[in-house]
């Protein structure tokens, strides 16, 4: 039992942190008594139960996982090459700052409502998705392009290193760090916005639509369910992408503890 507890510590500690949350959930259930303002940790559990029955629940988080997936995807994209293309041009650069930087102050709701008069809603969440990350993902590439030490560049000249080689053994490593922890900081921050966005723009099969819905209906218990399930898949999809990129950075021989990483924004 003993070698049970310390080979699985991390693991038991993780279940009674969960224990406690639960405690102190149905405890407030208790004093409030009232399910249209917090329901318990009962029947939020039937209503999910309910909900996993049913083919539109599958469809709704997948159809939002690949609209969110899709503008992350492409924020990367481009925060790379835009990245690449202001090192090389300074006036880019600046002309490009003041457009970051608003885009970086500019809430959510306000680039939601705004990009509804332009697109279909269904390319809303998108679009937020990718406005979100792209300043990360160009800021922190821009600063690891920056920080490449010239000792090596000019090592690499005067051994004759060809483009390919001088961004393969200089640029990438020294990018590398800065790029994943942006990559990092990023996904969450690209399933927040779009989910934010959907509940503004409200596209037909999508959480966000679910999560207005509830409130309109004042289903607390659904509207329990689709919080907790926009949270777990965050979770899962920051996991799984922490672990792609981990697997990546090995395989080009960068070391990489995606944990020791912090983003800068």
């Known amino acids: ?14 279940t009674a942190i969960l224990l406690v949350w639960l405690l102190f959930w149905q405890i407030l259930y208790f004093f409030v008594q009232k399910d249209v303002l917090i329901a318990s940790p009962v029947s939020v559990a039937k209503a999910f139960l309910s909900l996993c029955k049913e083919y539109d629940f599958w469809l709704t988080i997948l159809a939002s996982l690949c609209r969110i997936l899709a503008g992350y995807l492409f924020s990367v994209f481009f925060g790379i090459l835009f990245a690449v293309f202001c090192y090389n041009n300074a006036f880019v650069h600046a002309l490009l700052q003041p457009a970051i930087q608003t885009i970086k102050a500019t809430p959510v709701v306000s680039f939601s409502i705004l990009v509804l008069l332009w697109v279909k809603t269904d390319f809303v969440p998108i679009i937020i998705s990718f406005l979100m990350v792209f300043p990360l993902i160009w800021t922190n590439t821009t600063i690891g392009i920056r920080q490449t030490q010239k000792q090596y560049l000019e090592m690499a000249k005067a051994y004759g290193f060809s483009s390919f080689k001088t961004l393969r053994y200089i640029y990438v490593p020294s990018v590398f760090p ?16 779009g989910i934010a966005a959907e509940v503004i723009c409200t596209p037909s099969v999508s959480m966000g639509k679910k999560i207005y819905e509830t409130k309109i209906y004042l289903e607390t218990p ?3 369910v689709w919080t907790i399930c926009a949270i777990i898949f965050s979770i899962i999809l920051e996991k799984l992408f922490l672990k792609l990129l981990y697997y990546f950075s090995k395989r080009i021989g960068i070391s990489y503890e995606p944990k020791n990483n912090i983003a800068i924004s």
């Open 178 to 193: 800065y790029f994943l922890s942006a990559c990092h900081a990023g996904i969450g921050m690209a399933w927040k916005a």
């Open 1 to 14: 039992m003993k070698i049970f507890i310390i080979q699985n510590k991390k693991y038991i500690r993780q």
């Open 222 to 224: 659904e509207l329990f």
